[in-house]
Nanobody, 120 residues
Framework: QVQLVESGGGVVQPGGSLRLSCAISGRIFSINVEGWYRQAPGKQRELVAFIASAGATNYADSVKGRFTISRNNARNIMWLQMNSLKPEDTAVYYC??????????????WGQGTQVTVSS
C-alpha cells in the first residue's frame, strides 16, 4: 500500500510564500514521476508541476518563475516552493506519484490534499 501525505498548506497574503511537502511511503521500488496538482472550487484539477525520473521538470504557465518543485535523493519526499502567491493560486493542492513496485507493477497514488488560501 502506497501512502502520500501533504503538509504545509495554510493562509497567506498576496505576495507571500509557502512550502508544501509530500511524504511517500509503501511498497515502491522506483518512482518515475512525482508531481503537484491543484483544484480550485468549481474547477477541474490541474497539473501545477512535475519532476521526472531523470530530473526534468515542467510547470504550468501560470506558475512559471514563481513555483519550484524538488525532491530528495531517495525520492520519498518532495516539495513545492511557492513564492509571489496570488489569490488565483487558492486551491487544494495534491501530490501525486507514478511508481512501480518490486514486481514492476505500475502504480499511481494521490495524497488527500492540503488547502492553500491566498487572501488579503
Amino acid at each position: 500500500q502506497v501512502q502520500l501525505v501533504e503538509s504545509g498548506g495554510g493562509v497567506v497574503q498576496p505576495g507571500g510564500s509557502l512550502r508544501l511537502s509530500c511524504a511517500i511511503s509503501g511498497r515502491i521500488f522506483s518512482i518515475n514521476v512525482e508531481g503537484w496538482y491543484r483544484q480550485a472550487p468549481g474547477k477541474q484539477r490541474e497539473l501545477v508541476a512535475f519532476i521526472a525520473s531523470a530530473g526534468a521538470t515542467n510547470y504550468a504557465d501560470s506558475v512559471k518563475g514563481r513555483f519550484t518543485i524538488s525532491r530528495n535523493n531517495a525520492r520519498n519526499i518532495m516539495w513545492l516552493q511557492m513564492n509571489s502567491l496570488k489569490p488565483e493560486d487558492t486551491a487544494v493542492y495534491y501530490c501525486n506519484a507514478k511508481s512501480r513496485n518490486e514486481l514492476g507493477t505500475f502504480q499511481e497514488d494521490w495524497g488527500q490534499g492540503t488547502q492553500v488560501t491566498v487572501s488579503s
